[in-house]
Every structure is written in structure tokens, then in C-alpha cells.
């Protein structure tokens, strides 16, 4: 199965394009101590449907040193409930990946999105701000594959971001088949 993968970045704050209003309301709020576990479901739950594979085998250890590097994580809520989530990654070059970005299967398709996505794109903007430690942001930069949902590309075009590279991959059977869903063995929602 071929696989593209699309690198796309912001070069300024004034790249970033509003969002139109979600249609559930959403609190963002960011995971101020750095939990494994939580980063762990929230990639499993958000990108098992999505052939996010590469963390699974990642033992506590590892997500706490992943999350050690400065990773912000923002985590959206809808009554409570968690609808997604982005994680932050302050590089060097006063550069700011956004590593992980994604919805819960039931948020998407109302809006949040596009208000997540603005809202992640701005915190990651203003870094700085809340680490006095790092330079003003100069890039903020992801990467989405055709393995990721349809929308996936054209939202992140709509908030700004603009493609500087992208690459054609031809992955080996390990990659092929079903997805995991939210942990093994639940594979794609019924009804979907």
C-alpha cells in the first residue's frame, strides 16, 4: 500500500486562519503534569483508528521520556468528556511541532477540529509565553499521511498551514491490514 506523507508549516502568527464555531462547545485545557497513562490513551483512543501504531510498544518509561523533552499536551472536553487532543514539541530553531493532533471518533464532524486546531496552532505560537527558557516562535510545522482521516489535509490548509515537502512511502506488510482501534483488538467502529 503506497503511503504519502505531507509536511506542512506555519512561518508566522499571522498564518494562522480562524476556525468557524464548533458545533459542540469545547474546553481546552492544558495537562499541566506530564502523565504517561494520559498521553498513552489519548493516542491510543484518538489514532487507533488511524494506523497510529508507531508509540504502542512504548513501555512507561518511554512516554515519560518523550514527555519529559517539554511536550505540552492540550487536551479538548466536551462536557467533561474527552473529544481530542494535540501535543506540543518545542524543538531547536525556535520551532514547535505539533507531534500528535487528533479527535475522539465521536467529535468528528462538528467542528472541533477546526477550533482545536486553532487553538493548539495559537499555544503553540505563543510557547514563549509560559516557557521564558525558549525563543519566540519562529515555525510551527506537522505532518499528516494518507492513512490519517480524509479531512485530516484540507483542515490543516484551512488553518494555514501550507505544504513544503511531502514524500511517497511504500511501507512492508507490517503496516497493512486492519487498525488496532483504541486498543488491541477493538478494530474500526461499527457504523462508521
Not at 497513562?37 to 518523550?66: H, I, K, M
Not at 490543516?156 to 506488510?173: E, T
Request: glycine share 10%; net charge negative.
Amino acid at each position: 500500500m503506497d503511503v504519502t506523507t505531507w509536511y506542512l508549516e506555519q512561518t508566522s502568527p499571522a498564518d494562522l486562519i480562524p476556525a468557524k464555531p464548533s458545533a459542540i462547545e469545547l474546553d481546552i485545557v492544558r495537562a499541566e503534569i506530564p502523565s504517561p497513562e494520559l498521553n498513552r490513551f489519548l493516542y491510543t483512543a484518538v489514532g487507533g483508528d488511524w494506523q497510529w501504531t508507531e508509540r504502542l510498544p512504548w513501555t512507561w518509561r518511554e512516554w515519560s521520556e518523550w514527555l519529559g523533552r517539554g511536550v505540552e499536551t492540550w487536551v479538548a472536553y466536551h462536557r467533561g468528556t474527552p473529544a481530542g487532543y494535540a501535543e506540543l514539541v518545542p524543538q531547536d530553531g525556535a520551532a514547535v511541532e505539533v507531534a500528535s493532533f487528533g479527535l475522539m471518533h465521536w467529535a468528528i464532524g462538528k467542528g472541533a477540529g477546526g477550533r482545536l486546531l486553532e487553538f493548539c496552532a495559537a499555544r503553540a505560537w505563543d510557547l514563549a509565553e509560559r516557557r521564558p527558557d525558549r525563543e519566540p516562535t519562529r515555525r510551527v510545522w506537522l505532518h499528516t499521511c494518507s492513512l490519517d482521516g480524509p479531512a485530516a489535509l484540507p483542515a490543516y490548509q484551512a488553518r494555514g498551514f501550507r505544504i513544503y515537502d511531502s514524500r511517497l512511502n511504500v511501507p512492508g506488510d507490517e503496516d497493512e491490514g486492519v487498525t488496532p482501534g483504541p486498543w488491541p483488538g477493538a478494530g474500526p467502529r461499527a457504523g462508521s
